[in-house]
């Protein structure tokens, strides 16, 4: 699986998983990220599913999904603040990369690129399996230490 239990356990999340659908075979289950089953549902059911999403879709199921405060960033968002159109533009941007739609593997290929992971690999040869805070934050251009207000 790859996984350190230790790492799982959190009151706030801790890192951004870069996959679809991981089956532990254990106790553990299957770990789905919330960002692939709202982004690409389909996909999540079958790995091969290649359905992209236009940038509608994406505002769409981004914006739908509920704020989680992660672990890293100084300071606090208040529940309910709602994801700006300049967050999903930037977001957008970066993972689309100048294409109309987005194909599930190109969103993980571009999230895995802002990873420093020393096992590039990941636990299952498909490249990196997560990004903290501050690799995302960095790989979006932002200084990921500034105060949120």
């Keep these: 699986g790859g996984?350190?239990?230790?790492?799982?356990?959190?009151?706030?999340?801790?890192?951004l998983p870069l996959y679809f659908k991981r089956d532990f075979n254990d106790e553990r289950?299957?770990?789905?990220?919330?960002?692939?089953?709202?982004?690409?549902?389909a996909c999540v059911d079958d790995i091969a599913d290649k359905t992209p999403v236009t940038r509608a879709q994406f505002s769409?199921?981004?914006?739908?999904?509920?704020f989680q405060m992660p672990?890293?960033?100084?300071?606090?968002?208040?529940?309910?603040?709602e994801l700006s159109d300049a967050a999903v533009d930037a977001l957008w941007a970066y993972v689309a990369d100048g294409a109309d739609a987005l194909a599930p593997a190109a969103m993980c290929a571009r999230l895995q690129a802002m990873a420093e992971d020393p096992n590039g690999d990941g636990a299952i040869?498909?490249?990196?399996?997560?990004?903290?805070?501050?690799?995302?934050?960095?790989?979006?251009?932002?200084?990921?230490?500034?105060?949120?207000?």
């Design 71 to 81: 672990m890293g960033p100084r300071g606090n968002i208040a529940a309910g603040a």
């Design 3 to 15: 996984y350190r239990w230790d790492v799982l356990r959190a009151t706030k999340p801790k890192w």
């Design 60 to 66: 769409e199921a981004l914006t739908s999904l509920e």
């Design 29 to 41: 289950g299957c770990g789905i990220p919330r960002w692939a089953a709202a982004l690409f549902p």
């Design 125 to 149: 040869g498909e490249g990196p399996d997560s990004l903290v805070w501050k690799e995302f934050a960095m790989g979006l251009g932002a200084k990921p230490f500034e105060m949120i207000v």
